[in-house]
């Protein structure tokens, strides 16, 4: 029924991919095992939450099918979908820009007018890159800027926090300039904190060079008569998107986000790039399926995801971007890295986890007892119990496939 339901509202574009994942759905329609995994989950689950599981295999066999089209709150698990998004559109070797502009015609020692910084929200950029880049001014025998420092920030929208964020929790201030260390230390109500803070420092770095700035540190915007003077490059989005996965970055995963937006429309805005992840989602899943996702990182209440939807997507990933080198990577390995540093680490696993107050999700694939692989979803919702004893069941449920396929 779903199937048809998926195919009755496709159009010719988006017929090939929803045949795959729909397919997938109903190659097998009763899971391969037994009765006692789904013992285990309903002995194990914590009282009163509710529970998703989704176990698939590489070629689309369904091993475990439990409240799989069921909603819940996916945390950051989110961040699968918007670094994907990020993949698709941006390319894993895109790299960010922030450029200093000083006027045409400027002439050693005196810049006889402002310094313009202008960026596209470099989640990367730090007091420490801006000191090593910002050197030139000094080693280029510059010791006078007649003028202010220009923050231009306007290729991101000023929505600074994103749709259904907890005002108690400290979330990454969002702009097109943005400095790592300092991400959490702005109200989103300050539209311009983070700019002339950013502003700021620079000033203080060129001031440490022995280069007088006789004006301030404004928020405005590029105009003609500027020539480029530093561009500084990010490393590769690949590098940044295993920052935001293997570790679970908010601030890395939002910034992306706002990045697409501003790609495909020209302004790095929540709607933007809510629109972005729209299409995207219903490019795989087609119009009908349910599903809510409005924010990159996945602290917004309001996002609604199934775990069909998770281990499909990764399936997908795996299939069109690389197999386990390509996106895939950007999960954190089991027992070594980020958020799977102290988990799995005597199985070959590769997962995202995603926590919020009563919620605990885990999605990812692994390479089985018998070196078999296989992607999975858990996801559990509206618990009391401590977080870490949801972990542990993830973790025996994981284990449980491992070892019995």
Known sequence: MLFKAFTNSLNDQRQSTITFLALTLILISASVFPESIYDLIQQ???????TGVYFVDVDGTVLVEY??????TPASLTKIFTTLLA?????????????FYIPAGSTRP?????????????PSMSVDILRQNLKKF??????RIEGNIVVDNSFFSNERWGIGWEWDYKNPYIDALVLREYVTSFSANDKSAMALFYGNQVKQILTSYGIEVTGSVIVG????????????????????IDIANKFSSNSYAEQIFRTVGLRLYNLGSTQNSIKAMDDFVKRLFGDVYPYRIVDGCGLSTYNLITPYMVTQTLLYAYRNHGGLDGFISTLALGGKEGTMEKRLGDIFVRAKTGTLQGVSNIAGIMRTKTGRIVFFCIMVNNFTAPTYMIMAFHDELIRYVWNNY
């Not at 005196?110 to 470099?122: E, H, L, P």
Request: no cysteine; charged share 25%; glycine share 8%.
């Open 87 to 99: 993949w698709e559109v941006l390319g894993p070797d895109f790299r960010y820009t922030t450029t």
């Open 110 to 122: 005196t810049i006889k007018g402002n310094v313009v910084i202008k960026a596209n929200g470099d």
């Open 138 to 143: 000094k080693d280029d025998g510059y010791t």
């Open 44 to 50: 194990k689950a914590p009282i009163n939450s509710f």
């Open 221 to 240: 915007k590029l105009t003609s008569g500027y020539v480029e003077y530093i561009a500084i490059r990010s490393s590769a989005l690949k590098s940044l």
């Open 67 to 72: 409240n799989a089209h069921k909603l819940f």
